[in-house]
């Protein structure tokens, strides 16, 4: 799908007159910098060590059904403006299948009888509905649910002070007693920072929830790919040439700096790992902390300010594929309470597949696990097990079902632990480096590791470069 270096023509030698930036790194903040860079008048050179774009949202087939899945499930919200809107721009939002409200399945086993309910926003638009929502959530006291429309008051009127807390300090501080927090607030805060209520940071929780659940009419409505999520990235490469912009494919081994006739460092290009020098004065670095740190040498590291990589931690999900010889869910997607896994996407309801594919798995099933740091450790056969294990307790009509096949992935680097002892040094797009400019879900978006995070970086990281550029 994108040009081998080899084939491309070097990039100084086209459009004299367009300003030339590399961009390194083809997930979904690279992509977003290329796209708007290129939007902007500039002629982007992006690199991408991979075949396809997606960077950590990758597509595969199975070889057994023959069915594509991702590395993970992905989900997006009607909040992702970022990413939605790079959709937009690529042609590949209608891909995505929109809930009309949020609607949320939980499933638990209480005093050991099976039970399901559910967070309910359809009765009125946007925040207001996510609060009739919540006011009707099935095992809470009067109190608990005075208490949550209370917090949900002092978020809307700015009242929280999250900086430097948890998000459980918060919680706790906000009078959430401990069943509100494990029943509603940790899987929300799982899935949506893929850390723990102890660990994450409160002032990416109160910002999630601003903008996802107490945000627009759309805001909290849920976007699940019918297909493989990276297709949605498909379009780039081409959308990307129509307009004098390219992709190559190669691993940037090296960011290359000179020093400037008033003794000042700045970039000067990028070396391929095939020995190729893409000569360029601007660099957007979109490859994730650990791996840009090896592209630049001590010396232009410490000038370019960047924090150090044990700061930040990776979080693993562990994601497992399972399809049996029957259907037991009938909702599309569904929380599991007081189990390790935490989320079921029911994909025969949620994604398009053959009818003989159909017909041979009837069932197919999606379980994620997030901030998975002992889970990931576990061999395939012990995950597989334990998670039949699971739905057999939560989903009773599970044990008459065969499992035909199953799949584990783990992503042990799936995103980096954002927490309150690290908020204050994600780096912003521009560097003291001259010419290098820095996107990727881990810089200072002021929201969680996620595709949006990403996406924005990405915008934010053309803007600094369209700003500081002397071309415009
Ligand atoms: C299993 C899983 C489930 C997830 N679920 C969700 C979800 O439901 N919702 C959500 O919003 N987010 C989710 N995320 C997080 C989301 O996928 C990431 O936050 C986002 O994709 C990060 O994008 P990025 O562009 O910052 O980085 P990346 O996607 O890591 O992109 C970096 C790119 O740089 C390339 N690269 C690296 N080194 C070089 C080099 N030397 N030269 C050239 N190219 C290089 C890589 O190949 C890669 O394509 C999930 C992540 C995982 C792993």
Redesign the pocket.
């Known amino acids: 799908m994108v040009q081998s270096s080899e084939a491309h023509e070097h990039p100084s030698s086209s459009s004299p007159e367009k300003p030339h930036c590399i961009v ?7 992509t977003t910098a290329a796209v708007r860079l290129t939007e902007a008048g500039w002629r982007v050179t992006l ?4 075949e396809h ?5 990758q597509s595969l087939t199975d070889g057994t059904t023959g069915e594509t899945i991702d ?6 919200m009607g909040c ?1 403006d970022a990413a939605l809107g790079l959709l937009q721009t690529l042609g590949t939002a209608p891909l995505m299948r929109r809930q009309k409200a949020l609607r949320v399945w939980f499933a638990e086993v209480l005093d050991g009888v099976p039970t399901t309910f559910c967070l309910d926003a359809s009765l009125a638009p946007g925040k207001i509905g996510v609060l009739l929502g919540m006011m009707r959530l099935h095992g809470l006291s009067w109190r608990e649910k005075l208490r949550l429309v209370r917090f949900a008051a002092r978020l809307q009127l700015n009242l929280i002070k999250p900086y430097g807390k948890t998000a459980q300090t918060l919680l706790r501080e906000e009078q959430q007693s401990e069943r509100v927090i494990t029943r509603l607030w940790e899987p929300i805060i799982l ?1 949506t920072l ?1 850390t723990s209520v102890q660990t994450s940071s409160a002032t990416l929780f109160v910002e999630v929830m601003r903008i996802a659940f107490l945000g627009r009419a759309e805001a909290s409505q849920m976007l699940i790919a019918e297909t493989g999520l990276d297709a949605v990235l498909a379009t780039a490469p081409a959308w990307l040439e129509e307009r004098d912009s390219t992709v190559v494919k ?4 090296t960011i290359l700096v000179k020093e400037n006739q008033v003794q000042i460092k700045q970039i000067c290009g990028v070396r391929l790992k095939t020995g190729e020098i893409l000569a360029t004065d601007v660099v957007v670095s ?3 902390l650990h ?1 840009l740190t090896k ?1 630049l040498s001590p010396e232009d590291l410490t000038i370019a300010a960047l924090p150090n990589t044990e700061r930040f931690s990776p979080s693993p ?1 562990v ?1 497992v594929y399972l399809w049996f010889d029957k259907e037991f869910i009938e909702q599309d997607f569904i929380a599991l309470l007081g189990t390790t896994v935490q989320w079921v996407f029911n994909r025969r309801k949620l994604c398009r597949a053959e009818t003989s594919v159909v017909e041979r798995f009837p069932c197919h099933l999606s379980l994620t696990v997030s901030a998975a740091e002992t889970f990931a450790r576990a061999s395939a056969q012990d995950i597989i097990k334990h998670c039949v294990e699971e739905l057999a307790a939560v989903f009773p009509a599970s044990r008459s079902a065969r499992l035909l096949h199953a799949r584990v ?1 783990r ?1 042990t680097n ?2 980096p632990l954002l927490t309150p002892e690290n908020e204050h040094i994600r780096p912003k797009a521009q560097t003291p480096l001259q010419g290098l400019f820095l ?4 810089t200072n978006t002021g929201l969680p ?6 996406a924005r ?1 990405g915008e934010i990281a053309a803007l600094a470069v369209i700003n500081t550029s002397t071309f415009h």
Do not use: C, K
Not at 53 to 57: D, E, P
Not at 449 to 454: D, K, N, R
């Open positions: 390194i790194g083809g997930g979904f903040a690279g690199v991408e060590a991979r774009l997606g960077g950590r949202v590395n993970g499930q992905h989900l997006m992702y899935a893929n190669g691993i940037v081994e979109a490859v994730p791996t592209l999900i994601s992935i992503e799936a995103t996107a990727g879900d881990w590791a996620t595709i949006e995070s990403a970086s």
